[in-house]
């Protein structure tokens, strides 16, 4: 392989999906060590992933990146690390998703409803269409380069999977844990279905508040209620006020009469009352709000539901039965104003609770369903994290994740829907529940339970989809069988997801880890935040702003969005993205590929000598910083600052690797012979090992070049900084650490006054506007760096453009040389003629000026430390101000001796 067959840019179109493919087919994203295998060590600790699976509905989008990029990474550098290294993928039903979809599908295409196809057929439609259109999602995440096994590859309808789930439901039906009943629930009327609280997204919206009189029983006073759903007076069994309210106590354990109805309802006293807020009296309808429900239990109130499922009013509506909910809400309201029940309306602001499914207002309602006692698995749950069994990264969400464990409410399992998990439980002819894992047992049971065989109806409900996704690491390993995966790779090493489903997904995966197998099923959550645009908002089709990953990745490639994505991650906080920083990125790529170019080049001009075994400073200048480099991101990926590494690993690349060595290697590589061998041999190790670093990051263009770097020097017989090449870069060993010798700091001072002076004339040839190529005479005080200056003299002046031929070096001069332009760098001063570069007087007051400005800073230095700073502030100040004063000083001197050279 040459440089010349190379193309001149990285062609991510052209290598993506072919170095994927090579990846897959060779095996490299199964797990050595496979407990499956002869051979398996059971005592080497694996390093593993169950991936948060995403909806068989979904497509991709900027959350699903941000994840499978993070756990990318971890994935591929902990198999970089000669750990047995497993990433389980899969997907979701997703019941409510998923049912919506292919409802809205067979509308679209058959105009028929899943109540008219009947529960069966629905279901056969439902899993044809998740074949045809489920693995969409699986196809673009591949995309993005995931190293997953995919022939572990689940669905959380897995007949194994379905497996575990009844048998968790089963444990802990039998355990008590759970029951079936009527309880306050949120409502979906358009999915006609129970949500759980945390499907619920309240927004703040503009509604009316409706005041009214609740009158007394035989009397002609009156309570003023206010309301913001007058519909629900139809389930009023109360009016609530404070103890301590002087307005309305008299009233306290009397009866007011229900608008329009006239059923008689008692007053009672509850602290809840907020006497500030409305009227200070609260009507109480258990049936349709959470706080009443509270009420009615403490006062032990009847409770009236006043909706069907559809949200429609029900038989306890009176004459408003068969009104949609907001047509009663008006209605009623008129008939109160004919009766003289209204006092008035006022605008309002509230907090309108709406499905995140199907955005339409929830109802609280009164609903038969089934429950999990949460709270002892809470306790569990809570533990883990106190102990530190479980480490929540960043540490901040722990008390977010204590507040909510510490006042959880028992868990609403069940859904009205059919695609899901149904649950398990089978009821006799009298209502007799039976709960088993299959029908033929739950038969068995009923037949001893009854004396005789039955007939049985199982429960039309499935279960909440956070139910069997809670179940996710140990039941993609097999459990409750004791498979050799679930033996080896349980638990789990680290759940990396996104802070917003926290308690959607991550509190149950741990509650029902702890439960069902007596251990965490990980040891560590990282919690990635939100992706925002440029301006910190969050992306919505409503605003514009939603960058669509696949159309990024098809215009500037995967490894650009991905290096984007981890390097502007911090974790638990959200992040800015723009495609401007992708753009950017994708330079980054074409940097790393044109170095490679470079180098491969280089090797293509090999000699035949063998490599010099002495190393010149910028070898070891190179050397020291690459070897700082892999120890610092050896401790920010131990400390989860993952993008912290990879802003680190590009600095390095760019700015020292590629900008100040390569430049140097070259001018060594043109030496010849034993100078040139050995700097071939440090520009394959350098590159090989910044490659490595740089592939969790970056997989595609890293293995692409990397295979052509290798190809290249084993052409040459120059060794890989591991030794002998790997079939491939993703299963080539990490970087390891060294340690630091006693000199580096030396080494990395002595080449930092070779940079600083090369940019130091840089800068001045470019404020000139000196012509490129030209070469300018100079003379160099260099003072006690006279040596090294003079040892370094071919590389700064091939850097900085200087005449080897015209520039001398000595430790000082008798006098500084007339009509030259003199820059000092620390202790070594350059003397450039001006007549080469500039006009004597520009240059004069260019100097002048720059006098003004620092006698200026000298004037207010002096100033400020000969007055009350000096005594007040902290002595570690005032040293820095001082020492800033004497540089200043300092400056004003060399710049006052330049304008006389110039006079």
């Given amino acids: 392989m040459t440089a010349n067959s190379l193309p001149k840019t990285y062609d991510f179109k052209n290598t993506e999906e072919r170095v994927y493919s090579m990846w897959e087919s060779h095996g490299y994203f199964k797990p050595s060590n496979d407990p499956n295998h002869p051979g398996h060590d059971p005592n080497l600790k694996p390093f593993v992933i169950s991936i948060p699976p995403p909806n068989v509905t979904g497509e991709l989008h900027l959350g699903h990146a941000v994840f499978v990029a993070m756990e990318d990474l971890m994935i591929r550098y902990h198999r970089m690390k000669g750990i047995p290294t497993l990433w389980v993928p899969g997907s979701d039903h997703a019941g409510i998703a998923t049912q919506l979809q292919v409802e809205k599908y067979l509308l679209q295409t058959e105009e028929v409803t899943r109540e008219e196809l009947g529960r069966e057929e629905f279901l056969k439609r439902t899993w044809e269409w998740k074949q045809k259109y489920g693995s969409i999602i699986t196809q673009q995440i591949r995309r993005l380069g995931a190293s997953c096994d995919w022939d572990r590859e689940r669905f959380t309808l897995d007949e194994g999977l379905s497996e575990s789930v009844r048998d968790a ?27 759980s609280d945390l499907e619920v997204e309240y927004a703040e919206e503009q509604a009316t508040l409706y005041h009214f009189k609740y009158m007394l029983a035989g009397s002609e006073d009156f309570i003023p209620v206010a309301t913001t759903r007058p519909e629900t007076i139809l389930g009023d069994t109360a009016v609530a006020v404070h103890p301590q309210d002087e307005r309305y106590s008299r009233f306290i354990g009397q009866s007011v ?31 349709h709000d959470m706080n009443d429900y509270a009420i009615g239990q403490r006062h032990s109130l009847p409770i009236i539901s006043v909706l069907d499922r559809e949200a429609r009013i029900n038989e306890n509506g009176g004459k408003y039965q068969g009104m949609d909910r907001f047509g009663a809400r008006k209605k009623i309201w008129a008939d109160m104003e004919t009766q003289g029940l209204t006092i008035k309306t006022v605008p309002y602001t509230l907090k309108v609770p709406r499905s995140q499914r199907g955005g339409e207002i929830v109802e609280p309602m009164i609903s038969t369903q089934w429950f999990v006692e949460i709270k002892p698995l809470a306790e569990k749950a809570l533990a ?41 439980v089978w009821y006799g002819p009298d209502g007799q529940q039976f709960c088993a894992r299959t029908e033929k047992e739950a038969a068995r049971l009923a037949k001893v339970h009854y004396g005789k065989a039955v007939e049985l109806e199982q429960d039309p409900d499935v279960l909440d989809t956070w139910f069997s996704s809670g179940l996710w690491p140990f039941s993609t390993l097999g459990w409750p069988s004791k498979t050799k995966d679930f033996e080896y790779f349980y638990p789990t090493s680290v759940l990396e997801t996104g802070y917003d489903i926290l308690f959607f997904w991550v509190a149950r995966m741990i509650m029902m880890g702890l439960e069902f197998t007596g251990q965490p099923p990980f040891h560590t959550v990282y919690l990635h935040g939100i992706i925002r645009d440029e301006q910190s908002r969050k992306m919505s089709k409503t605003l514009g702003n939603v960058i669509d990953p696949l159309i990024v990745m098809d215009e500037l490639g995967t490894d650009a969005l991905r290096f984007t994505l981890l390097v502007g991650s911090t974790p638990g906080k959200d992040m800015n993205l723009s495609v401007k920083k992708v753009e950017a990125n994708r330079n980054f790529a074409n940097k790393v590929w044109n170095a490679g170019r470079l180098v491969i080049s280089l090797l293509d001009q090999a000699p ?24 610092d991101v050896e401790r920010l990926f131990a400390s989860h600052q993952y993008g912290e590494a990879g802003r680190q690993i590009y600095e390095f690349f760019w700015s020292e690797f590629a900008d100040w060595y390569l430049e140097i290697a070259k001018l060594q590589v043109a030496a010849g012979g034993e100078r040139a061998s050995a700097t071939l041999a440090h520009l394959v190790a350098h590159l090989d090992s910044c490659l490595r670093l740089l592939h ?60 600083d002076i090369v940019r130091a004339i840089r800068n001045l040839r470019a404020e000139k506007q000196v012509k490129p190529g030209t070469k300018l005479a100079a003379v160099i005080a260099a003072g006690p760096n006279a040596e090294l200056v003079n040892q370094q003299l071919a590389a700064i002046a091939a850097l900085a453009q200087l005449d080897p031929d015209r520039t001398t070096v000595s430790v000082s001069l008798p006098e500084k040389p007339a009509g030259n332009a003199t820059l000092v760098v620390g202790s070594v001063e350059i003397h450039l003629p001006l007549a080469e570069m500039v006009d004597p007087e520009e240059e004069r007051a260019r100097l002048e000026k720059e006098l003004v400005e620092v006698e200026a800073q000298i004037t207010r230095l002096q100033s400020l430390l000969s007055g009350d700073f000096a005594n007040k502030a902290p002595t570690d100040v005032v040293s820095r101000e001082r020492a800033r004063l004497d540089s200043f000083v300092q400056t004003a001197e060399r710049l006052k001796s330049q304008i006389d050279t110039l006079k």
């Fill in 696 to 755: 969790p990051f970056t997989p595609f263009v890293t293995e692409e070049l990397w295979q052509q770097l290798k190809e290249s020097a084993m052409a040459k017989q120059v060794p890989s900084t591991s030794g002998v090449w790997p079939e491939a870069l993703m299963i080539a060993p990490w970087p390891k650490e060294t340690p630091p010798a006693s000199d580096d700091s030396l080494v990395v001072s002595d080449f930092q006054l070779v940079m």
């Fill in 384 to 424: 883990a994290v106190r102990s530190g069994a479980i480490r929540i990264v960043p540490d901040h969400f722990e008390k977010v994740y204590f507040n909510w464990l510490e006042n959880i409410q028992d868990w609403c399992i069940s859904r009205q829907l059919w695609w899901g998990h149904r649950i398990p």
């Fill in 608 to 631: 035949d000598s063998p490599p010099s075994t002495d190393l010149t400073l910028a070898d070891r200048w190179i050397q020291t910083r690459h070897a700082q480099l892999i120890r």
């Fill in 169 to 195: 439901f089963l444990h802990l039906y039998e355990k008590g844990l759970i029951y079936r009943g009527p309880r306050l629930i949120n409502w979906s009327p358009g999915l006609k279905t129970a949500v």
């Fill in 257 to 287: 009469i229900v608008p329009i109805l006239g059923r008689l309802v008692p007053v009672i006293a509850d602290e809840y009352v907020d006497r500030e807020f409305g009227t200070g009296a609260l009507k109480i309808t258990p049936g």
